[in-house]
């Protein structure tokens, strides 16, 4: 098992609602991820950071933002939740080995908004 | 930016047997491709990397081949088992608009291995 834990692992909220998913690493890892996936469908990435201080926004755009005070720490805020936010969000860190990044995943947060 | 295509329908084997999956991609040749296994409502967990230079790698009882002409990589479980029923994706690293670089995952192929 990787060390990154995400929390809520679910929830369930009504619209206009802000929220933070929490995300925390104990591995130092530099580079980390936010991946939403709806169910059977691809990971999509809609924010990433390769280090304190330093985010960007992914492939998928996305409501959402978030931060990188720490390196153990990357939370993701959704400002005002609406029912098209409704999908698993994935955390990841990620270190350089055997040749390229592996990525280590949380185990999500489910959401659900009403 | 990288499309990965792999196989949608879910394929069924019978315990014993070798599991064959595979994935394909276009545009440009990675440095380098993943696999990892995805179980349900779980996040995926890493299972294999194999660089472009290489044609084969093993651990225990998967096995993976790169082929950088066909742009294509397979997937191998020998002597499957129940446990081995998920779902396997494919990744393959992409350049960012930020320079730095990224993973794009397939959709992936769910696999269920019968008793």
């Known amino acids: 098992e990787a060390d990154i834990y995400q929390t809520p692992r679910y929830l369930v909220i009504g619209t206009g609602k802000k929220i933070t998913l929490e995300c925390s690493q104990t591995m130092g890892h530099d580079k980390m991820y936010w991946y939403q996936q709806d169910p059977g469908m691809e990971l999509h990435l809609i924010h990433y950071?390769?280090?304190?201080?330093?985010?960007e926004k992914g492939d998928l755009s996305s409501e959402s933002t978030v931060s990188r005070i720490r390196t153990e720490h990357f939370p993701l805020t959704l400002e005002s939740a609406r029912p098209s936010h409704t999908s698993q969000y994935l955390c990841?860190?990620?270190?350089?080995?055997?040749?390229?990044?592996?990525?280590?995943f949380g185990p999500g947060t489910r959401l659900l908004v009403l | 930016s990288q499309k990965i295509e792999q196989n949608s329908e879910a394929l069924n084997i019978q315990e014993g047997k070798t599991a064959t999956l595979t994935c394909n991609y276009t545009n440009y040749s990675p440095a380098y491709l993943q696999w990892y296994r995805q179980d349900p409502g779980r996040g995926p967990v890493f299972l294999l990397l194999?660089?472009?230079?290489?044609k084969e790698k093993r651990k225990e009882r998967l096995k993976v081949t790169f082929d950088t002409t066909l742009k294509q990589s397979l997937f191998h479980i020998t002597a499957s088992q129940p446990a081995d029923s998920a779902t396997y994706l494919c990744a393959l690293p992409t350049a960012s608009n930020s320079g730095y670089s990224t993973l794009t995952f397939g959709k992936g192929t769910m696999l269920l291995v019968s008793p």
């Open positions: 950071s390769y280090g304190v201080n330093s985010t």
């Open positions: 194999i660089r472009e230079n290489e």
């Open positions: 990841a860190s990620s270190e350089y080995s055997g040749g390229g990044e592996t990525q280590y």
